[in-house]
């Protein structure tokens, strides 16, 4: 343990003088700087145990030694966590899953043991309602600037003038094609499922999510991607279940099937879609021109979160625009923060898949609370999966 | 017919050789090779989630099934000396217990304990004096319980079964030389089961320490092995999982080894 | 004086079956209770349970048909590959390897019960993707090939995980067999296929129908080697009811549906024993 926090400790100089600047500025806490310098705690173990190396003495809250997050797949920059670590001294478990509905399952059966999750803009009310998440205190994450955000995307996350959640970053909802694979260029989610059928016979996915497996084939059929409606829900059931034979996999973690070439077309996420092409440029993202979903994701407490205090701490650590910007250059979502718009590199900026042109975006809807709990498109995303 | 027995040898040890093989990878990947190294079984033994996820499962294996051998071997002896009618109660409970799906033993043991701990701890928190009630909640209890359950029956099957093949005269003929119940017991009856009581234990520990299925339901925020490995199949194994695997399997190895020969002494010895 | 003996032998048996039965007791037939009361319950509007006295989930079965037919064909399919494969290993090792041998190539049938199930699964899913054995195939000028997430792997991988269970009860029964019964049934002059379907076989059905019962019943309530070699599209009655607790959090149908499952897994068993009496001549089938 000793050895391993000596090896993250060490910090480049040309970043200490950063580090240095920016606390001279008043951009960051004293605190911030000592962690991250790793200073904190060489001084804190100096003065209190000398010899001995306690990583989280350096905190003024004990924030223990480990905590976990609930996420989604291939969505954080596993450096982060080991700066945090390295900053704080707790450890940092990484949980991920496959639908909002998996994580509200799980905390709804109490004792989750987690102490910051990741749920979508449209899940914060029923998570409230049902009281498995508090207001936040938001003098606990000073890095946390409201003046920054854009209010299109960081609005759910406050009920009733209360902030439960804080965005972490927004995204679409499209597909990946590989198109060395598929030559037939698509445009829609019609056209996604005919191709599903044919050309990608065996090598198409869609997620294990209610919200856009569910959305998907009712924006294909042309209905609305939120519709809660028994005809229109049949419908949809109908075409899922005729493509069913055709896909390769019913999963929302597509990366590895994507990248292996064993899949060649998937429901994507923005930052999915920004990883994949990234790495193997012929992985094309297209967002529906019939539809399909925007949203943001959010930071939120659970009630009962074991350690909340760490909860706390890697959330201000998040809101860092100097820690979010080296997630979202990793993770490829769009950032809802300008101060972290300021410190993106331009090949970020204006990567088309991270951030569409505002007419991209316009037919695309957010998620609606109702799907959530609607019995009618559970009991269709479960039978649609053991048909 | 050789070549078919060494076919199956080979497709059953290939994923095992495999799983090996990419513990000494030198990269992140668990399915792309790309040299030797050691530094994963290094970094497994360093990883706090990975040691506490193995500490718990010692921690439920060896709880669940040492009560699982003692509690199933005294009711193997007790189910000796009470009625038929009795017995066919027990017998079926147990039967049930083995052959119940462990996804249903899961189930059933998350909706009884949820309900009975809402109960509880709403009783609990209105006579509670202080302002933070303790809260009963799913983990090592539940783990424990319903593994248990399991075992338990397990080891009452087998150790019935050694009970019924042992010859009642031995016992008969100990007692007809005035020693007490207990020293019979001791030293006729005891060492005779003690075989399979002891196979018993490492079945249930086996069977404790491997299941994923029933745990993923009554864990509550406890994480197992299992639930670990689940975890990192899903967010992308490192060859860490590989590497913890292989130490599993060498340990158990040595376990069976180490059993094989002393109950190959014992025998030897009688 | 005999009176107390009598008392305090009774006190004994108590002591011993005790805790045993209070433990079956609070573990197994309380949680079943629960469950039936469960399964006549609603589903509450934001998932979990709700009190009702109603019989809509027992109704809305059907809508786990495939599940349930899924399982039912699989299971039975999947022991009987098991045991294709198994009887001549089993064979095998009862009769044709050397007994110096023998030890020895048992205990390689159960060291791989030793290894994680799951881990085991992994490295199949591994071997069955894209760089596995499709890229070896590749390699040979075959392209496109695609094992993972069909129902051919999730056989392959039932067969994979279940083989040793299947093995050791078949061997078993094969290692009791008298030795001196194929000799005599020889020197009567019956030929060796005469001799094995007439006496080895047999002999060798109780270990056989143990096995299919046990692979068969554990089969019923599988859920890992679907979901991981299935990719969520090769569906058992586990993945159903997994999704049932852990995805649209209908717990009286979920509980409707185990409820059910054990019915079935009664009835599979009662089939598999009035065979075994039938064939075998036997009542005894160990189920472990």
Same mark, same amino acid.
């Given at each position: 343990?000793?050895?391993?926090?000596?090896?993250?400790?060490?910090i480049?100089?040309?970043?200490?003088?950063?580090?240095?600047?920016?606390?001279?500025?008043?951009?960051?806490?004293?605190?911030?700087?000592?962690?991250?310098?790793?200073?904190?705690?060489?001084?804190?173990?100096?003065?209190?145990?000398?010899?001995?190396?306690?990583? %989280?003495?350096?905190?003024a809250?004990?924030l223990?030694?480990?905590?976990?997050?609930?996420?989604?797949?291939? #969505?954080?920059?596993?450096?982060?966590?080991?700066?945090?670590?390295?900053?704080?001294?707790?450890?940092?478990?990484?949980?991920?899953?496959?639908?909002?509905?998996?994580?509200?399952?799980?905390?709804?059966?109490?004792?989750?043991?987690?102490?910051?999750?990741v749920?979508?803009?449209?899940?914060?009310?029923?998570?409230?309602?049902?009281?498995?998440?508090e207001e936040?205190?938001?003098?606990?994450?000073?890095?946390?600037?409201?003046?920054?955000?854009?209010?299109? &995307?960081?609005?759910?996350?406050k009920?009733?003038?209360?902030?439960?959640?804080?965005?972490?970053?927004?995204?679409?909802?499209? &597909?990946?094609?590989?198109t %060395?694979?598929?030559?037939?260029?698509?445009?829609?989610?019609?056209?996604?499922?005919?191709?599903?059928?044919?050309?990608?016979?065996?090598r198409?996915?869609?997620?294990?999510?209610q919200?856009?497996?569910?959305?998907?084939?009712l924006?294909?059929?042309?209905?609305? &991607?939120?519709?809660?409606?028994?005809?229109?829900?049949?419908?949809?059931?109908?075409?899922?279940?005729?493509?069913?034979?055709?896909?390769?996999?019913?999963?929302?973690?597509?990366?590895?099937?994507?990248?292996?070439?064993?899949?060649?077309?998937?429901?994507?996420?923005t930052?999915?879609?920004?990883?994949?092409n990234?790495?193997?440029?012929?992985?094309?993202?297209?967002?529906?021109?019939d539809?399909?979903?925007i949203?943001?994701?959010?930071?939120?407490?659970?009630?009962?979160a074991?350690?909340?205090?760490?909860? #706390?701490?890697?959330l201000?650590?998040?809101?860092?625009?100097?820690?979010?910007?080296?997630?979202?250059?990793?993770?490829?979502?769009?950032?809802?923060?300008?101060?972290?718009i300021?410190?993106?590199?331009?090949?970020?900026?204006?990567n088309?898949?991270?951030?569409?042109?505002?007419?991209?975006?316009?037919?695309?809807?957010?998620?609606a609370?109702?799907?959530?709990?609607?019995?009618?498109?559970?009991?269709?995303?479960?039978?649609?999966?053991?048909? | 017919?050789?070549a078919?027995?060494t076919f199956?040898?080979?497709?059953?040890?290939? =994923?095992?050789?495999?799983?090996v093989?990419?513990?000494f990878?030198?990269?992140?990947s668990?399915?792309?090779?790309?040299?030797f190294?050691?530094?994963w079984? +290094?970094?497994?033994?360093?990883?706090?989630?990975? *040691?506490?996820?193995?500490?718990?499962?010692?921690?439920?294996?060896?709880?669940?099934?040492?009560?699982?051998?003692?509690?199933?071997? *005294?009711?193997?002896?007790?189910?000796?000396?009470?009625? =038929?009618?009795?017995?066919?109660?027990?017998?079926a409970l147990?039967?049930?217990?083995?052959?119940?799906?462990?996804?249903?033993?899961?189930?059933?043991?998350?909706v009884?304990?949820?309900?009975?701990?809402?109960?509880?701890?709403?009783?609990?928190?209105?006579v509670? =004096?202080?302002a933070?009630p =303790? @809260?009963?909640?799913? +983990?090592?209890g539940?783990?424990?319980?319903?593994?248990?359950?399991?075992? *338990?029956?397990?080891?009452?099957?087998?150790?019935?079964?050694?009970?019924?093949?042992?010859?009642?005269?031995?016992?008969?003929?100990?007692s007809?030389?005035?020693?007490?119940?207990?020293?019979?017991?001791?030293?006729i009856?005891?060492?005779?089961?003690?075989?399979?009581?002891?196979?018993?234990?490492l079945?249930?520990?086996?069977?404790?320490?491997?299941?994923?299925?029933?745990?993923?339901?009554?864990?509550?925020?406890?994480?197992?092995?299992?639930?670990?490995v689940?975890a990192?199949?899903? @967010?992308?194994?490192?060859?860490?999982?590989?590497?913890?695997?292989?130490m599993?399997?060498?340990?158990s190895?040595?376990?069976?080894?180490?059993?094989?020969?002393?109950?190959?002494?014992?025998?030897?010895?009688? | 004086?005999?009176?107390? /003996? !009598?008392?305090?032998?009774?006190l004994?048996?108590?002591?011993?079956?005790?805790?045993?039965g209070?433990?079956?007791?609070?573990?197994?037939?309380?949680?079943?209770?629960?469950?039936?009361?469960?399964?006549?319950?609603?589903?509450?509007?934001?998932?979990?349970?709700?009190?009702?006295?109603?019989?809509?989930?027992?109704a809305?079965?059907?809508?786990?048909?495939?599940?349930?037919?899924?399982?039912?064909?699989?299971?039975?399919v999947?022991?009987?590959?098991?045991?294709?494969i198994?009887?001549?290993?089993?064979?095998?090792?009862?009769?044709?390897a050397?007994?110096?041998?023998?030890?020895?190539?048992?205990?390689?049938?159960?060291?791989?019960?030793?290894?994680?199930?799951?881990?085991?699964?992994?490295?199949?899913?591994?071997?069955l993707?894209?760089?596995?054995?499709?890229?070896l195939?590749?390699?040979?000028?075959? !392209?496109?090939?695609?094992?993972?997430?069909?129902?051919?792997?999730?056989?392959?991988?039932?067969?994979?995980?279940?083989?040793?269970?299947?093995?050791?009860?078949?061997?078993?029964?094969?290692?009791?067999?008298?030795?001196?019964?194929?000799?005599?049934?020889?020197?009567?002059?019956?030929?060796?296929v005469?001799?094995?379907?007439?006496?080895?076989?047999?002999?060798?059905?109780?270990?056989?129908?143990?096995?299919?019962?046990?692979?068969?019943?554990?089969?019923?309530? !599988?859920?890992?080697?679907?979901?991981?070699?299935?990719?969520?599209?090769?569906?058992?009655?586990?993945?159903?009811?997994?999704?049932?607790?852990? /995805?649209?959090?209908?717990?009286p149908?979920?509980?409707?549906?185990?409820?059910?499952l054990?019915?079935?897994?009664?009835?599979?068993?009662?089939?598999?024993?009035?065979?075994?009496?039938?064939?075998?001549?036997?009542?005894?089938?160990?189920?472990?």
């Amino acid at each position: 343990m000793t050895r391993k926090h000596l090896e993250n400790a060490p910090i480049t100089a040309s970043a200490l003088t950063d580090e240095f600047m920016r606390l001279k500025k008043g951009s960051v806490t004293r605190r911030h700087f000592l962690g991250v310098t790793g200073l904190g705690l060489a001084a804190a173990v100096m003065t209190r145990f000398p010899g001995a190396f306690n990583a %989280s003495a350096y905190a003024a809250e004990d924030l223990g030694t480990q905590m976990s997050i609930a996420t989604w797949p291939n #969505y954080h920059d596993p450096a982060t966590f080991e700066n945090f670590k390295a900053a704080t001294g707790v450890a940092v478990e990484v949980n991920v899953f496959g639908s909002n509905e998996e994580m509200l399952a799980k905390i709804q059966a109490g004792a989750s043991g987690w102490s910051l999750f990741v749920p979508t803009n449209y899940t914060i009310s029923t998570y409230q309602k049902l009281g498995l998440i508090e207001e936040l205190d938001l003098s606990k994450i000073p890095n946390f600037s409201q003046a920054s955000e854009n209010p299109r &995307f960081t609005d759910q996350g406050k009920i009733d003038g209360k902030t439960y959640a804080l965005p972490k970053n927004w995204g679409t909802t499209g &597909f990946s094609v590989n198109t %060395s694979k598929i030559k037939t260029p698509m445009k829609t989610w019609k056209d996604f499922f005919e191709i599903a059928q044919t050309e990608a016979d065996g090598r198409a996915m869609v997620h294990d999510y209610q919200l856009t497996t569910i959305g998907s084939a009712l924006v294909s059929l042309g209905y609305d &991607f939120n519709s809660i409606k028994a005809d229109e829900l049949a419908k949809a059931e109908e075409l899922l279940i005729k493509v069913k034979p055709h896909l390769f996999a019913i999963n929302s973690d597509y990366q590895p099937s994507m990248r292996s070439t064993d899949a060649w077309m998937t429901m994507c996420w923005t930052n999915d879609g920004a990883q994949l092409n990234r790495d193997m440029p012929e992985i094309a993202y297209v967002l529906g021109t019939d539809g399909g979903e925007i949203w943001t994701d959010y930071y939120a407490i659970p009630k009962d979160a074991p350690n909340k205090a760490a909860g #706390y701490a890697l959330l201000n650590y998040l809101m860092d625009p100097a820690n979010a910007v080296k997630e979202h250059i990793a993770n490829g979502a769009p950032t809802t923060d300008s101060r972290v718009i300021a410190l993106l590199p331009a090949e970020v900026t204006s990567n088309k898949i991270v951030y569409p042109d505002e007419a991209a975006l316009t037919p695309l809807e957010f998620g609606a609370a109702v799907t959530l709990t609607d019995p009618g498109r559970a009991e269709l995303m479960a039978r649609f999966k053991s048909a | 017919m050789r070549a078919l027995v060494t076919f199956v040898y080979v497709f059953l040890y290939t =994923p095992i050789v495999l799983i090996v093989l990419f513990a000494f990878n030198s990269g992140r990947s668990a399915s792309e090779f790309t040299g030797f190294s050691t530094q994963w079984f +290094g970094k497994a033994l360093s990883n706090a989630f990975l *040691m506490d996820a193995l500490e718990n499962s010692l921690i439920v294996g060896l709880t669940s099934a040492a009560l699982a051998t003692v509690f199933g071997t *005294m009711a193997a002896l007790g189910l000796e000396r009470v009625s =038929p009618r009795t017995r066919a109660v027990f017998d079926a409970l147990f039967a049930a217990a083995i052959v119940v799906p462990g996804v249903v033993i899961g189930i059933a043991t998350l909706v009884a304990l949820v309900e009975v701990f809402g109960i509880a701890n709403s009783v609990i928190a209105s006579v509670w =004096p202080g302002a933070q009630p =303790p @809260r009963l909640q799913l +983990g090592f209890g539940s783990i424990i319980a319903a593994h248990g359950l399991f075992t *338990m029956a397990l080891v009452t099957m087998i150790v019935k079964a050694r009970i019924a093949s042992l010859g009642r005269d031995i016992v008969e003929a100990s007692s007809d030389l005035y020693a007490t119940p207990m020293t019979t017991f001791w030293q006729i009856v005891f060492p005779q089961i003690l075989p399979s009581v002891l196979a018993g234990f490492l079945l249930a520990f086996t069977f404790s320490f491997d299941d994923f299925i029933i745990a993923f339901f009554v864990a509550g925020s406890k994480t197992t092995l299992p639930i670990y490995v689940f975890a990192s199949i899903r @967010r992308g194994v490192t060859p860490e999982i590989n590497a913890i695997a292989a130490m599993v399997l060498v340990a158990s190895l040595i376990l069976i080894l180490s059993a094989r020969f002393l109950m190959r002494d014992r025998t030897a010895t009688q | 004086m005999a009176l107390q /003996q !009598e008392t305090r032998k009774k006190l004994v048996t108590l002591a011993l079956v005790g805790p045993a039965g209070l433990w079956l007791f609070v573990f197994l037939v309380l949680p079943f209770i629960a469950m039936v009361v469960f399964a006549f319950g609603k589903r509450a509007p934001e998932g979990g349970y709700q009190p009702a006295f109603t019989f809509e989930q027992f109704a809305n079965l059907g809508s786990r048909a495939a599940a349930f037919v899924n399982t039912l064909m699989l299971a039975p399919v999947g022991a009987l590959a098991c045991l294709l494969i198994a009887y001549p290993v089993a064979y095998y090792l009862a009769v044709k390897a050397s007994p110096r041998h023998r030890l020895l190539l048992v205990s390689l049938v159960v060291v791989p019960f030793w290894t994680s199930l799951l881990v085991r699964t992994y490295a199949w899913m591994y071997l069955l993707g894209a760089r596995g054995i499709p890229h070896l195939l590749e390699l040979l000028g075959i !392209e496109n090939v695609r094992l993972i997430n069909t129902p051919g792997a999730v056989l392959l991988g039932i067969v994979y995980g279940y083989l040793p269970l299947m093995i050791m009860p078949i061997y078993v029964s094969l290692e009791k067999l008298d030795r001196r019964l194929l000799e005599a049934s020889a020197d009567l002059g019956a030929k060796p296929v005469s001799t094995f379907f007439g006496i080895t076989v047999p002999l060798s059905l109780p270990g056989v129908m143990t096995g299919l019962a046990l692979v068969t019943i554990l089969l019923l309530g !599988e859920y890992l080697i679907p979901q991981l070699l299935g990719g969520g599209k090769v569906f058992f009655i586990g993945n159903a009811l997994v999704d049932l607790f852990l /995805q649209s959090r209908n717990w009286p149908f979920g509980s409707a549906i185990a409820v059910t499952l054990v019915v079935v897994v009664v009835i599979v068993l009662m089939i598999a024993m009035r065979i075994a009496w039938r064939f075998a001549g036997t009542r005894q089938v160990d189920l472990v």
